[in-house]
């Protein structure tokens, strides 16, 4: 993430990557959230980075032979532990 960005557009972005994730998983997805996350990847590149950050995370867990279940838990992991960071950067911000 840049410097720029305050810590709550960091949080609200890390937020959003992991809900794509999770969204991008499901085979059922229709396309207007394809057309949505498109739109997100575009709006802003560090959206792309923190994308692919919480992909990964969720790949490197996938490689290891893991079932798929374990991929789904890390990225609402990493979601669970973006809302947590935003709001102790709101109450202490």
């Not at 609200?12 to 969204?23: D, H, I, N, T």
Request: charged share 25%.
């Amino acid at each position: 993430m840049t410097t720029s960005q305050s810590p709550q557009a960091d949080s609200k972005r890390q937020q959003e990557a992991a809900a794509w994730v999770l969204k991008n998983r499901d085979a059922n997805q229709s396309a207007h959230e394809s057309r949505a996350f498109e739109a997100w990847i575009d709006q802003d590149p560090e959206n792309r980075t923190a994308y692919e950050a919480a992909e990964r995370q969720v790949g490197e867990t996938r490689t290891d032979g893991k079932p798929r279940r374990l991929g789904m838990i890390i990225a609402i992991a990493i979601f669970g532990a973006a809302l947590i960071g935003g709001a102790l950067v709101l109450l202490h911000g």
